[in-house]
C-alpha cells in the first residue's frame, strides 16, 4: 500500500510538472491525547490524524486529485500504536461542459478513479461536529458525475461498477445520489441517498445550516433503512464580541428497542476571548434525558493560538466531545494540537 501511495504521489507531481503547474497542498492535521488519572496506565487514548489534498491541473477543464489519510492510536492497554496510512482518493476531474464550449443553465463535470462517496455535511456550521450524521462508503473504482443548475442546485450521482459482483446482485452494488440547495445566501441544504451493503449501511438522509456574522444554525437527520435508525441533532450558535453561546440538541441510534430518552441529550456551551487571537475559554455542559446524575457531562478550558495552530488543554467528565477528543474515552485531562492548510 505504501508502494502504491508513493507510486499515486510521483504520478501525480509529474503529471502536473508537465502541465507547468504548481501542484497545490490542503488539508489538517489533529494530535490528541487524554489522560485519565484514576486509571494505572492514565493514557486513555491518544491518536496523531492527518489528511492532505494534492492536486494537480491537468488543463483549463482536468484536474487530478489525491486524498492521503494517516490514522494512529495508542491506547492504555498495551501502548502499542496501530497504524494506518492509505488513500482514500485517487481521481480526475473535467468539466465537460467548459471543455466543450457549452455556456448554459446546466454545467456538467464527470470525475473517474478510486474515489469515495459522502454527503456534504452542514450540521457543524454551529460548532457541534458531533451531531453530524452523514455515512461514507468505502473506496471504490467509480465514477461520479456533477449537475449544477443555475448556480443553484448541484445533483450528483456516484456509482461504483466494481462493486457488482454479478448483475443479479444489484443489492452488492454501491450507489449514491446527492441534491444540494443554495437556498439564500448563507443557507444550504442537502438531501441524500446512500447505500453501500459492503459497508453496512443503507442510508437517506438532510442536512441544512445557516451562516452569518452573528447566527450559526446547523441540522441533520438521517435515517439507516439497513439497520432501522434514527438519528438527528439541531445547534444554534450566537456569536457576539468577545463571547460565543451555543446551543445543541441531539439524539442517535433511535429504534423500535431503544428508548428516545436513552439517546437524547441538550448541550450548552460558551467560548469566551480573553486575549484576541491569542487565547480562548470554554466550557460545555452535556445534558441526558436519561440517569442525569451518572450521566451528566462537562468539559472546561482554553484555546491558545499560535499563528495558524491551536493548542488545546481541558477536562472532561463523561462524554461532551465540544472541544474534547471524540475518542471513546469517559473522562481525564486532554490536549490537542490542531492544524488547518
Do not use: C, R
Not at 268 to 290: C, E, K, R, W
Not at 305 to 316: C, D, M, Q, R, W
Amino acid at each position: 500500500m505504501k508502494k502504491l501511495i508513493l507510486l499515486a504521489l510521483v504520478a501525480l507531481v509529474a503529471g502536473a510538472a508537465f502541465a507547468e503547474t504548481a501542484p497545490a497542498f490542503s488539508g489538517d492535521f489533529e494530535y490528541t491525547t487524554q489522560f485519565d488519572f484514576d486509571d494505572e496506565a492514565y493514557i486513555a487514548a491518544a491518536s496523531p490524524d492527518a489528511s492532505i489534498n494534492l492536486n494537480g491541473v491537468v488543463d483549463e477543464w482536468s484536474t487530478v486529485n489525491a486524498e492521503i489519510e494517516s490514522t494512529s492510536v495508542t491506547t492504555a492497554a498495551d501502548g502499542d500504536v496501530a497504524g494506518l496510512l492509505q488513500v482514500n482518493q485517487f481521481t480526475l476531474t473535467t468539466d465537460v461542459t467548459g471543455a466543450l464550449g457549452v455556456d448554459g443553465p446546466v454545467g456538467v463535470s464527470i470525475t473517474w478513479g478510486a474515489l469515495t462517496f459522502q454527503a456534504d455535511d452542514y450540521s457543524g456550521k454551529a460548532g457541534y461536529g458531533d451531531i453530524e450524521v452523514p455515512s461514507e462508503t468505502n473506496t471504490y473504482i467509480g465514477t461520479e458525475l456533477t449537475f449544477a443548475i443555475v448556480e443553484k442546485v448541484n445533483l450528483i450521482v456516484s456509482i461504483a461498477p466494481s462493486t457488482y459482483t454479478d448483475w443479479d446482485g444489484a443489492d452488492d452494488a454501491v450507489f449514491g445520489i446527492e441534491a444540494q440547495f443554495m437556498v439564500v445566501d448563507g443557507l444550504d441544504l442537502n438531501a441524500w441517498y446512500i447505500t453501500d451493503t459492503n459497508a453496512g449501511f443503507n442510508q437517506i438522509g438532510l442536512t441544512a445550516g445557516y451562516g452569518s456574522d452573528m447566527i450559526n444554525v446547523g441540522a441533520a437527520f438521517a435515517m439507516d433503512l439497513e439497520a432501522d435508525t434514527t438519528g438527528f441533532g439541531v445547534s444554534v450558535q450566537y456569536v457576539m464580541d468577545v463571547l460565543t453561546a451555543g446551543v445543541a440538541f441531539k439524539a442517535g441510534g433511535l429504534s423500535d428497542t431503544v428508548d428516545f430518552a436513552d439517546v437524547a441529550s441538550f448541550d450548552v456551551n460558551l467560548t469566551f476571548v480573553a486575549v484576541p487571537d491569542v487565547l480562548d475559554l470554554f466550557a460545555a455542559v452535556a445534558v441526558p434525558f436519561a440517569d442525569i446524575s451518572d450521566n451528566l457531562g462537562f468539559e472546561a478550558g482554553l484555546d491558545f493560538f499560535l499563528g495558524a495552530t491551536t493548542y488545546t488543554l481541558g477536562y472532561e467528565y463523561n462524554t461532551v466531545d465540544f472541544n474534547s477528543p471524540d475518542n471513546g474515552a469517559i473522562d481525564g485531562m486532554f490536549f490537542k494540537v490542531f492544524a488547518e492548510f
